[in-house]
């Protein structure tokens, strides 16, 4: 399985810089893991509604299982974006983003 390179800070500047659209090839790779962690734990975000605010959240082991919010609640897609791609690189990475 892929492993990040929690050094590569440089494609977490990437990601911030432009959260959508074409990657590098190794930010992509990086994105790949990160969307294919174990469904226990994902962070997901929700929205209530076409204008409501975004909301972080986590699933559950199983399918099934209640997806639980944590309280999280951001105005702006791109700030909860960045809020999760930060927090799935500290699950995989073991170290905290220091970008804000």
């Known amino acids: 399985m892929y492993e990040i390179d929690a050094s590569r800070i440089d494609l977490a500047e990437e990601f911030k810089r432009k959260p959508y659209g074409r990657h590098s090839a190794e930010l992509q790779r990086v994105l790949n893991r990160m969307r294919s962690e174990p469904f226990e734990g994902h962070y997901v975000l929700l929205r209530d509604g076409p204008s409501g605010p975004w909301r972080l959240a986590q699933l559950g082991r199983r399918p099934q ?6 309280g999280d609640v951001f105005a702006d897609k791109m700030a909860a974006e960045w809020a999760v791609f930060k927090l799935r690189w500290k699950r995989l990475t073991g170290q905290d983003l220091t970008l804000e």
């Open 65 to 70: 299982d209640p997806i639980i919010p944590t």
